[in-house]
Structure formats: structure tokens, C-alpha cells
């Protein structure tokens, strides 16, 4: 932090050695004679195109440089009506320097103030229009990305606030019906029909344009959709085809899996401590178990496993609570079952490539609260670091080519999912949850594995990244 203060403050003084000092009089004539702005730059020693950017807006931390006359006398400058500090050893008569104050109100500011400069001085001041923006846009996750027209689509992220325009892969625009967050973490649309291209959601919004990953619509990269794409395996410990029941919603989405299937509610539910059978994926002679001959076409082999993840559609219509686990594998090698278990973690000596998702448990703090989707679908990202060797800690160089050759690899590379209704134990925070009998229905539909690579949005358009 020091060097780079001490960075800005030599670059500062180049800057200021371009321009011609005016006297700093004090005298009647210059306190009080009028101000005029005729251009605002941005200052970022870290831009390689231009240093000194001439900008129609600027974001809260910025540095940036009023251009102008009659700056002599200055006393204040109130930026979206808040009092901002500047230092008039670094002014002259025609610039001012000046950082916008992090808490300087941008969406909460007064409508009359919002977007102005106001320059203050004995006897006279300056409005000028100029748009304050917070930080930039950015994009967390997307609750619904294989949505069916009508389905409500929920964006998460920062500074999302006053979202006003939502452009889809095939250039469709949404203009009305945004409904958004007024802290920015959230805004949503409903999918129209007939869009079909798969790609990125880009939006519009007060504080920029922000762009979610490559992952809306696309399902090209499918484990399975229990419709023909993708193939079921079929032994004594898994269920089957026969098992798979229609959308209960009846959205279009065709035949789904019950996490515990009607053949074991209908004998009265999952006991407290036992497992449901496996779904899995056919495994090693079928093509489309080999993931690396056919999806780095959408996933770049080099792609590092934080930029990967599985994604799959869940309908849990009551709130589910205090017990069950769904534990999901790359690869049929489990030897232990649930929530901290040995295939979960990382190992030098095994292919330990399962997770476990628990939605109603919160790991920070060990408390839980009751999970549900309602009465709708919605998709569940889980990045491939959280599956046992590619933890990031351990291992941060995993590539998504390394993922495939560990399947490959593997004696049997059926992708798995199951139920687990095990007791729940984190020593470390000191929390056990014991399971109970499980009797609800949970719905599993649309397995793929996605690229979650960030897009980062330049505000200058000059071919920047």
C-alpha cells in the first residue's frame, strides 16, 4: 500500500509539472470571480492507453483531475452533495485533483444533487452535471440458467442497482418487467420465449454494464438430462431409468430424478444413517463419459478448476431442514459416504473427486436455517474446487484437462450422485446434527458441467481487458 501511494504521488507530480501554476492570490478579484468547468479526466497511473482519460463519469476511489478557471479561492466541493476533501497545494487556477470519497451517496444521493460537482467559493459557486458512479458492476451467480420461457431469472452480484436494460445470447433485449435490488446484490427478469443461443446475460444498470459468465443456455456441455443426452448406468446399486418420474412442475423439462426416489418414500422414507442408491452415468465405454474429447471445445483444456464448475436444476418444494446431504462424485470410487468425509478431501494417494452439498447447513458458522426452492426450479453452481484433489489451498494449478484425465484415469468413470442421511459432525465448529427419517420429495434434473470464467467489463472502449 505504501509503495503504491508513494507510486501515485511521484506520478501526481509529473502531472502537475505539465501544467502552469497560477499565483494563489488571494485577492478580491480572483476569491470571487466565476468558475468554469470544461473537462474532467481520470487519473490512473495503471492505464496503459491513457493515463490522463478524458471521462463522462467516474467511480467512487477514483482520482481525477477538474479542468476549468477561476479555481483561485476555492473553499469547497461537494460531489453528489457530499463535502470532499481536496488539497489546495495540489490545484491551480484552471485544474483541481481530487479522490471521490467512497462514501460519497451515489443511488441514495438527493435527485437534486445527483450527478453534480459543486465548486464553492466566497461570493459565488459552480453546478456542474457529471455522473458519479460506485464501484463496477460484478456478477456472483445466476439462480436459473437453463430457464423456460415464463420462468422468473435471478442475477447476484454488486452494484446491480437500477438495472434497466438485460441483453440475452441472441441479442434479445428486455426492457421492462427488471425487477432490482435496491442494494445492488440482485436483480431478475422473465425469460421470454423462443430464445435458444447459449452464451452470456449482459445488463445495464447505474453503475455500469456487467456481464455474467458464458453459462446461460448452454447445456453442451450435458452429463445428463435423463431425456437422451447422456446415458444412465444400470447395477444392483443403482437406480434406473424406471425410477425417473415426469417434472412434477410440468415446465417442459421432461423426465427428472428424485433424490430419494417414490419406491423408497413409498416404503415409508430414508431411515437416519442409511444411503439411497446411486444415480450414475453409463462409465468407461461410453463416449459420453469422456469429457475431454468433446467439451473442451466449450471449456479450454488450460481453464484452471476454480473456472469450472457442475451445475444441475433442483425443485425442492418444502423446506428442507436438520437432515440429508446430497453427495455427488466424478467418478464411481467412494469408499465413505457424507459431509467431511475422506473421498471429499484432498489426498496425494487417491482420486478423491466428491463433494457434498448440504444447502440448509452454513460451514462458517455452523448454524442452519431451512432450504427451499418453492414452487420453481432453480440451478445450483458448485465450482470444482470444492470437489476432494482440486482444493485450492493444496492444489491451485488443477486445469480442467487435468479433471478429465483423472476420469480417464480412473477403474471406473461413471459420474454419481446419491442421498446420504448420515449424521452431520463438524469438530471444528464444534456442531452435530443427527439424521432423522427422510421422507421428502427433492427433484435433480439437467447435470453439465459449465465454464464460470468471469467476464471483466472495460468502461473505455479501446480493446482493453
Known amino acids: 500500500m505504501i509503495m503504491k501511494t508513494m507510486k501515485y504521488f511521484w506520478t501526481l507530480c509529473l502531472v502537475l509539472a505539465g501544467f502552469s501554476f497560477a499565483s494563489c492570490s488571494d485577492d478580491d478579484s480572483s476569491s470571487t470571480s466565476p468558475m468554469t468547468i470544461d473537462k474532467i479526466f481520470l487519473e490512473n497511473i495503471d492505464d496503459e492507453v491513457n493515463q490522463d482519460r478524458e471521462v463522462e463519469f467516474a467511480r467512487l476511489g477514483q482520482l481525477i483531475r477538474i479542468q476549468g478557471s477561476g479555481f483561485t479561492g476555492l473553499k469547497k ?45 466566497d461570493g459565488t459557486q459552480l453546478v456542474y452535471q457529471f455522473i458519479i458512479r460506485a464501484s463496477a458492476p460484478s456478477i456472483s ?18 452494484n446491480l442497482q437500477e438495472t434497466t436494460k438485460v441483453t440475452l445470447p441472441d441479442g434479445t433485449e428486455i426492457t421492462s418487467g427488471i425487477i432490482s435490488d435496491e442494494e445492488g446484490k440482485w436483480y431478475s427478469f422473465t425469460m421470454p420465449a423462443g430464445v435458444t443461443a447459449a452464451g ?19 447445456f453442451s456441455c450435458f452429463i ?23 417434472d412434477p412442475l410440468g415446465t417442459g423439462r421432461g423426465k427428472v430424478a428424485m433424490l430419494v426416489p417414490n419406491v423408497k418414500l413409498d416404503a415409508g422414507g430414508l431411515d437416519a444413517g442409511s444411503n439411497a442408491l446411486l444415480w450414475a452415468t453409463a462409465g468407461n465405454d461410453n463416449a ?20 469450472v464448475a457442475i451445475q444441475f436444476d433442483i425443485y425442492c418444494p418444502e423446506p428442507w431442514d436438520l437432515s440429508g446431504q446430497l453427495e455427488i462424485s466424478l467418478q464411481n470410487n467412494l469408499s465413505n ?39 420453481r426450479w432453480q440451478t445450483v453452481t458448485i465450482p470444482m474446487t470444492a470437489f476432494g484433489n482440486y482444493d485450492p489451498t493444496e492444489a491451485p494449478d488443477v486445469t480442467f484437462q487435468k479433471i478429465c484425465e483423472d476420469r480417464n484415469a480412473g477403474s471406473y468413470r461413471n459420474f454419481l450422485f446419491l442421498f446420504v442421511n448420515a449424521d452431520l459432525e463438524d469438530e471444528a465448529l464444534g456442531v452435530v446434527y443427527p439424521a432423522s427419517l427422510f421422507t421428502q420429495k427433492i427433484y435433480i434434473d439437467n447435470l453439465r458441467v459449465v465454464n464460470t470464467t468471469p467476464v471483466t467489463v472495460s468502461d473505455f472502449d479501446d480493446n482493453e481487458q
Not at 201 to 210: D, K, R, V
Not at 338 to 347: A, E, I, L
Not at 351 to 369: K, L, M
Request: proline residues 4%.
Open 77 to 121: 466541493i461537494y460531489i453528489n452533495g457530499y463535502d470532499t476533501y481536496f488539497n489546495n497545494a495540489l490545484m491551480t487556477d484552471n485544474n483541481i485533483w481530487v479522490t471521490l470519497n467512497g462514501d460519497t451517496p451515489v443511488e441514495k444521493a438527493e435527485e437534486s444533487v445527483r450527478n453534480t460537482i459543486t465548486l464553492v467559493k
Open 141 to 158: 451467480s445466476v439462480d436459473n440458467t437453463l430457464p423456460k420461457a415464463g420462468e422468473t431469472v435471478t442475477v447476484y452480484g454488486t
Open 200 to 218: 452470456s446475460i449482459t445488463s445495464e444498470g447505474a453503475n455500469g454494464t456487467a456481464v455474467t459468465p458464458p453459462y446461460f443456455n448452454d
Open 224 to 246: 445428463t438430462d435423463f431425456d437422451g443426452k447422456g446415458e444412465l448406468g444400470s447395477w444392483s446399486a443403482t437406480y434406473s431409468s424406471e425410477d425417473l418420474v415426469d
Open 288 to 307: 459420453n463419459d469422456d469429457w475431454g474429447s468433446r467439451m473442451y471445445a466449450t471449456i479450454p483444456q488450460e481453464t484452471n478448476a476454480s473456472n
Open 337 to 375: 459416504y457424507g459431509y467431511g468425509s475422506g473421498c471429499t478431501k484432498f489426498s496425494t494417494q487417491y482420486y478423491n473427486t466428491a463433494t457434498v452439498w448440504v444447502p440448509w447447513f452454513n460451514a462458517e458458522d455452523g448454524s442452519h436455517a431451512a432450504w427451499t426452492t418453492g414452487e
